[in-house]
């Protein structure tokens, strides 16, 4: 009988990564090699189940999955907005919450309510300019900067931001608040539009099997996978 061959997964580094690693194991996909802190590599293998998994910085994910150098990506909805990758996103696994926006001193309010041109400094500008051009029609100048984004309307290089908030303790100890909400955020699974069809049977499997553990704590995992 021919192989089945490997599915590739596309993980943004960091907490994304581990979540997404730890609702894994609870459907008994586990990837032992990837828990080692300290290893170089790059590229994990589960031979027996012919999956690959990678890590990537959160924003190179679309791009693998629509490439298809990954069949299958796990990045936060802001980062799939904001890259507009042809990408389909097929589960949000409801962890990584938080919302996307619009922040400011108080009186900023004012300003956006009478459409004034003000100035809105992001990591997003895909996502800022989508807001106020096609949601708003608000004409904006919109500054992109690549982090620490409630600096700019305390420094004057802004009137607002739009930014993510999970806590809201940077906008309140810096004097900022929620002015708009643009969209709520969360971790997305996406897959290639051609995984999506060639692959279609592992993929819902996969889906389905994520579903169902959606919100069960971890428990070790006893061999059976729903994935085998
Ligand atoms: C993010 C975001 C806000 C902060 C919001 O920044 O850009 O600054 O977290 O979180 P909070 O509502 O819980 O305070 P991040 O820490 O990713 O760093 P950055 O400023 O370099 O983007």
């Given amino acids: 009988m021919e192989e089945r061959r490997y599915l590739t997964f596309a993980l943004g580094k960091g907490r994304l990564a581990e979540k997404t690693l730890e609702m894994f194991e609870k459907t008994?996909?586990?990837?032992?090699?990837?828990?080692?802190?300290?290893t170089r590599k790059l590229i994990f293998v589960n031979e027996e189940l012919r999956l690959r998994f990678f890590l990537a910085k959160g924003p190179d994910v679309p791009?693998?999955?629509?490439?298809?150098?990954?069949?299958?990506?796990?990045?936060?909805?802001?980062?799939?907005?904001?890259?507009?990758?042809?990408?389909?996103?097929?589960?949000?696994?409801?962890?990584?919450?938080?919302?996307?926006c619009i922040c400011g001193p108080e009186d900023a309010g004012e300003r956006?309510?009478?459409?004034?041109?003000?100035?809105?400094?992001?990591?997003?500008?895909?996502?800022?300019?989508?807001?106020?051009?096609?949601?708003?029609?608000?004409?904006?100048?919109?500054?992109?900067?690549n982090g620490s984004i409630e600096l700019a309307p305390i420094v004057g290089l802004?009137?607002?931001?739009?930014?993510?908030?999970?806590?809201?303790?940077?906008?309140?100890?810096?004097?900022?608040?929620?002015?708009?909400?643009?969209?709520?955020?969360s971790a997305r699974m996406v897959v290639n539009q051609v995984s999506m069809r060639m692959e279609n049977e592992r993929i819902t499997e996969l889906i389905k099997a994520l579903k169902s553990v959606a919100g069960v704590p971890a428990h070790p995992s006893t061999g059976q996978t729903a994935f085998s």
């Fill in 28 to 38: 008994g996909i586990t990837c032992e090699e990837m828990k080692d802190k300290r």
């Fill in 63 to 100: 791009t693998y999955v629509e490439y298809g150098a990954a069949d299958i990506g796990v990045a936060g909805r802001d980062t799939i907005l904001e890259e507009g990758r042809n990408i389909h996103e097929v589960l949000d696994l409801g962890f990584g919450k938080c919302r996307m």
């Fill in 112 to 145: 956006l309510l009478h459409h004034e041109l003000i100035r809105v400094a992001t990591k997003y500008p895909r996502i800022a300019k989508d807001y106020f051009y096609n949601k708003k029609h608000q004409t904006v100048e919109i500054i992109r900067l």
């Fill in 158 to 185: 802004s009137e607002v931001i739009c930014d993510i908030v999970e806590t809201g303790s940077t906008l309140r100890e810096n004097g900022l608040t929620i002015l708009e909400e643009v969209c709520p955020i």
